[in-house]
C-alpha cells in the first residue's frame, strides 16, 4: 500500500523557518516527482512546489518562490520542505502528495495524498 | 496569472445527478482533475486526464473537459458523495492550479 506520512509541522513565530518531512512507502520513491499542497483554516487547496522523481528539478509557487526549498533524499525516501521568511498567511495544512509520473510535465497530477501536518505562524 | 473557477456550492437530492463545472480560459486544451475531500480528510482523486476513474473510484463519477469548461457529473448522488471538490490543470505557463472548490451538499 503507497503511504505518506508527513511530519515537522508546529507553531513558529512569523520570521521563523521550518522544515517539514515526509516519508513515503509501498512504492519506488526515486521513480515520482512529489508535491507538495497545504491548506488555509476554511479555504481551498493550493499548490506550493514539486520536485521531480530524481530531484535536478525544482518548482515553487511564486507565493513562496525565494522564502522556501523543496529537496528529497531518494536513498531514505523522504521529501523536505525547508520554509523560511514565514508570514501568517503561511498558516496552513500541508499535504504531502505523490504526482503520477517522475516529472513535472504534462499530464501533471497527485494520484496519493499524506494526512497533512498544520503549520502555524504567529506571534 | 491563471484561474480556474467553481461555483462555491452545489445541492442536488439524493439519488439525482450533481454536475460541477470548473472553468478556466482554453481549459479544454489542458487536462483536468478532481479531487474530493471529506471533512477532516485529505483530497482524493476521482478523475484524471478528464474523464478516466482511479481504481476504487464508483462508477457514477465521470468526467468532461471541451472549450473554457471541464465538469465532473455524479450520476445516483449519495449521501457519502458530500464533499468538496477540487478541479485542478496544469501547463508549463500556469504550472499548478486548483479551483476555489465546491461544497457539495446531499439533501
Known amino acids: 500500500e503507497v503511504q505518506l506520512l508527513e511530519s515537522g509541522g508546529g507553531l513558529v513565530h512569523p520570521g521563523g523557518s521550518l522544515r517539514l518531512s515526509c516519508e513515503g512507502s509501498?512504492?519506488?520513491?526515486?521513480?515520482?516527482?512529489m508535491s507538495w499542497v497545504r491548506q488555509a483554516p476554511g479555504k481551498g487547496l493550493e499548490w506550493v512546489s514539486a520536485i521531480s522523481g530524481s530531484g535536478d528539478g525544482t518548482y515553487y509557487a511564486d507565493s513562496v518562490k525565494g522564502r522556501f526549498t523543496i529537496s528529497r533524499d531518494n536513498s531514505k525516501n523522504t521529501l523536505s520542505l525547508q520554509m523560511n521568511s514565514l508570514r501568517a498567511e503561511d498558516t496552513a495544512v500541508y499535504y504531502c502528495a505523490k504526482v503520477w509520473s517522475g516529472y513535472y510535465t504534462s499530464p501533471f497530477y497527485m494520484d496519493v495524498w499524506g494526512k497533512g501536518t498544520t503549520v502555524t505562524v504567529s506571534s | 496569472s491563471y484561474e480556474l473557477t467553481q461555483p462555491p456550492s452545489v445541492s442536488v437530492s439524493p439519488g439525482q445527478t450533481a454536475s460541477i463545472t470548473c472553468s478556466g480560459d482554453?481549459?479544454?486544451?489542458?487536462?483536468a482533475y478532481w479531487y474530493q475531500q471529506k471533512p477532516g480528510q485529505s483530497p482524493v482523486l476521482v478523475i484524471y486526464?478528464?474523464?478516466k476513474r482511479p481504481s476504487g473510484i464508483p462508477e457514477r463519477f465521470s468526467g468532461s473537459n471541451s472549450g473554457n469548461t471541464a465538469s465532473l457529473t455524479i450520476s445516483g448522488t449519495q449521501a457519502m458523495d458530500e464533499a468538496d471538490y477540487y478541479c485542478?490543470?496544469?501547463?508549463?505557463?500556469?504550472?499548478?492550479?486548483f479551483g476555489g472548490g465546491t461544497k457539495l451538499t446531499v439533501l
Open positions: 482554453k481549459l479544454g486544451d489542458k487536462y
Open positions: 509501498g512504492f519506488i520513491f526515486s521513480s515520482y516527482a
Open positions: 485542478q490543470a496544469w501547463d508549463s505557463s500556469i504550472d499548478v492550479v
Open positions: 486526464l478528464d474523464n
